[in-house]
Structure formats: structure tokens, C-alpha cells
């Protein structure tokens, strides 16, 4: 099936591309923006037609409405050229893009190496139906390096996930050596980059599998659920796609096309998100009830020089640990006060978020305190004086 489109080239800047990629060729004479294609049934010229079509199950072909339409397979090139790898496969949530490689790469018997600092519902999917299925998961410390992972790796340890920085405690990973280690022992890559969207290039750091939420940044308006799996390798994707394609994993086509209209305009917001977050998360690590800022892009960050090497940019959540004199009611009051700051566990929309971490995560490999009450931030679109604003007459609720 010929493909008329015209992808940009990737010497092109960011922004350039996410305007143009995944738009139909102008030799179609069509609106600006793909159209919305709907449909279950595909109906074919001829029986000879359907049997060729049916061997191109792992192109973007269209044989049957699961398989995805125009409107998918647009939305495909896009993450795939935001992630820069080969290919991608659109599913219904976040959380569908981690099942999906893990069930791929993983059978009973096998064992997965996942980080202590892991997206919650990962860690539930590893310790409930990966384990009632005979897989085994070891959570170890997201700041391992190469030896130790090395020493972690069994025979049978077939993927090794990684999610950099980690949620709520924003550990960066050293993903380069952790690759290294896995494969050199035979192991698949798995990688949550959503925080590092087109900041973090996975393929180009050793992951073979990368994995994103584009409910949050590609989407940018809270109001879509979304997830999407891209590799770089043939084999890769012909084994991640068969599984997907196996468990019925399917995407609204409105959905992917409100996603595709965000990712327009993603480089715009990105930028100017990350901008208001790294100044409103430099006035914080100086107010007096603070402890520290959680904020890999800041100097004061652990790890920053990892951060300094592997990114190009950071993107708008962080987290922030008050002083250990305030308490956990007192930070909850304080965080109920804020005025521009929703409650809410998503993020990557253009709006303010705010959200406690103390008492809501689990870790079993390290420690999960860290040394005082801590609570995390997405920044949003407002204006950064006005968020700062907000901020200060919270913590001015709280001891000093």
C-alpha cells in the first residue's frame, strides 16, 4: 500500500517536526490537520486482496479495525519520530504501555530487575499478576551502576525496567551502564520515559523498549488517556506488536486524534513548562520551610551531572520536601490552601498541579524517607509570579 506522506527530516528542530509529522502528503488536497477515521470492518476488492493485505499484519496496513486506521498509524509516526525509533503502537493508557512489553518479553519462570522508585501501578502489576504468573521481580536501587546491576542479573532475568528520573523521588538513572549490564547478560531494556519526552533520547542510551504516557505531555489537556510503545528494532517490534495485537490492546481514533492536535503544540508548552518550573523550583529551594527540591535540572541535585549528560531539558514536575518540624496535617492543610494548584495525580496538562508523596509511596530496596514531608509539582501554564504567589502564602502557613 503506497504511503504518500512526506515525513520532515531529522535535521529539522523539534518544534518543526512536531508540526509537520504525521500529517497527510499536500498531493492529497486535504485539510491541514489527518481526519478522524472510524471503523471496525474493512472491506476489500477482491479474496486475493484480503489474503496479500494479511501478511503485512506488522505494517501499518489496514485489515481489520483493530489494527488501526489513518488516524493511529499518524499518530504512531509522531511518538515514533518524538522517541526517535522505528516504530510505535498506540494503546489505550499509560499503564497499557508497560503491560504490554513486560508480557512480552517475560514468561513463567523468568525474572525482571525493576526499580525501587518505579510508577506505583508497575510496581502493583510486577508484585500482583506478573508474580501470580510465576514471574519474579527484584526492586532494586534506582542509583545503581553497571557492577551492581551486573550483580543483581540471575540467568534467568530477562528484562531489566527502568524509569529515570523515578516518580515522586526523582532519582535519575545512570541508563547507559544499566543497559550495558543487561546486555551483556541477554536482557531486554524496558524504559519509562515519560518525564523525558524528546528531553531523553532512549535509543540512543541503550533501551531497547521505550514506554510513554501521552495522557500527559503529547496530549497536554488532561482530558485523554493514552499510552504508547516505541522500539528501533525490527524484531523488537514485530514481537511487542503480535502481543499487543494478541490482547486486543486498541486505541480510540478521536482519541489519538485530539492527541495528535496536542502534539502540535507540544514543543511550545514543554518549553515554557519546563521554563516556569525550574524558576518556580529555584524561588522554593530558598524559602526557609523547605528542605531540599527534588528537581534534577537544579545544581543542588544528587545526581545532577547524569541529568547534565543524558538530557537535554527537563520537563515541569518535581518534588519538594519540607523541613522536619512540619507535619504531614500541617503540609495537607497548606496544599488544600493553594489557590491555582489542582489535587490530582496526572500530569503534563497545562495545568497546575499539586500532589502529597509522604504516606503514598511503597519501597522495599531503599528508604522511603526523605527527611521530612514531601509532596510533588507539576507547573503549569499560568504565570510563574502568580504560581509563586500562591506558593508562598502556603508555606507561609507552615513553621519556618
Known amino acids: 500500500m503506497p504511503d504518500d506522506r512526506h515525513p520532515p527530516s531529522t535535521t529539522m528542530g523539534f518544534s518543526t517536526r512536531m508540526s509537520h509529522a504525521g500529517r497527510p502528503s499536500v498531493r492529497t488536497h486535504g485539510f491541514v490537520n489527518t481526519g478522524v477515521h472510524r471503523g471496525s470492518t474493512v472491506l ?35 511518538v515514533a519520530e518524538i522517541e526517535g525509533g522505528s516504530h510505535a503502537m498506540i494503546v489505550g493508557t499509560g499503564l497499557a504501555a508497560i503491560a504490554v512489553p513486560l508480557l512480552a518479553y517475560l514468561k513463567t519462570g523468568d525474572h525482571m530487575l525493576m526499580p525501587d522508585s518505579v510508577y506505583g501501578p508497575a510496581r502493583g502489576l510486577a508484585e500482583g499478576m506478573l508474580r501470580g504468573w510465576g514471574i519474579e521481580t527484584t526492586f532494586y536501587d534506582p542509583l545503581v551502576d553497571e557492577a551492581g546491576t551486573t550483580a543483581l542479573i540471575r540467568p534467568n532475568t530477562k528484562v531489566v525496567f527502568t524509569e529515570s528520573p523515578g516518580s515522586h523521588t526523582f532519582e535519575v538513572q545512570d541508563v547507559p551502564a544499566i543497559a550495558r549490564a543487561a546486555h551483556a547478560a541477554g536482557a531486554k531494556v ?21 514506554i510513554q504516557a501521552l495522557t500527559k505531555y503529547v496530549v497536554g489537556h488532561s482530558d485523554v488517556l493514552l499510552g504508547s510503545v516505541t522500539v528501533n528494532d525490527e524484531t523488537d517490534w514485530h514481537i511487542v506488536r503480535s502481543v499487543g495485537a494478541a490482547m486486543g490492546h486498541y486505541a480510540s481514533p478521536d482519541d489519538c486524534w485530539l492527541a495528535l ?15 516556569n518550573a525550574l524558576q518556580v523550583a529555584s524561588w522554593l529551594e530558598r524559602q526557609p520551610q523547605v528542605q531540599r527540591v527534588l528537581h534534577p535540572a537544579l545544581p543542588s541535585h544528587p545526581q545532577h551531572a547524569l541529568f547534565r549528560r543524558d538530557f537535554t531539558g527537563a520537563c515541569s514536575l518535581f518534588g519538594v520536601v519540607l523541613r522536619p518540624g512540619v507535619t504531614e496535617a500541617q503540609m495537607f492543610a497548606a496544599i488544600d490552601g493553594l489557590k491555582l494548584f489542582g489535587i490530582g495525580a496526572s500530569w503534563g496538562g497545562y495545568e497546575s498541579l499539586a500532589l502529597p508523596t509522604t504516606g503514598f509511596i511503597s519501597r522495599t530496596a531503599t528508604s522511603p524517607d526523605l527527611g521530612g514531608p514531601a509532596f510533588r509539582l507539576h507547573i503549569g501554564l499560568e504565570d510563574p509570579a502568580d504560581i509563586i504567589a500562591d506558593l508562598k502564602a502556603a508555606l507561609a502557613t507552615l513553621p519556618g
Not at 535509543?203 to 531497547?208: A, I, K, L, S
Request: hydrophobic share 30%; aromatic share 10%; with cysteine.
Open 261 to 275: 492536535r496536542g502534539a502540535r503544540t507540544m514543543p511550545v508548552r514543554l518549553k515554557q513548562q519546563s521554563a
Open 44 to 78: 476489500y476488492p477482491s479474496c486475493e486482496a484480503r489474503r496479500e493485505l494479511a501478511k503485512h499484519r506488522f505494517e501499518q496496513v489496514m485489515t481489520y479495525g483493530t489494527a488501526g486506521g489513518p488516524t493511529h498509524y499518524a499518530l504512531e509516526d509522531v
Open 190 to 210: 524496558l524504559m519509562d520515559n515519560t518525564w523525558g519526552i524528546h528531553h531523553f533520547q532512549p535509543f540512543q542510551h541503550g533501551v531497547d523498549v521505550s
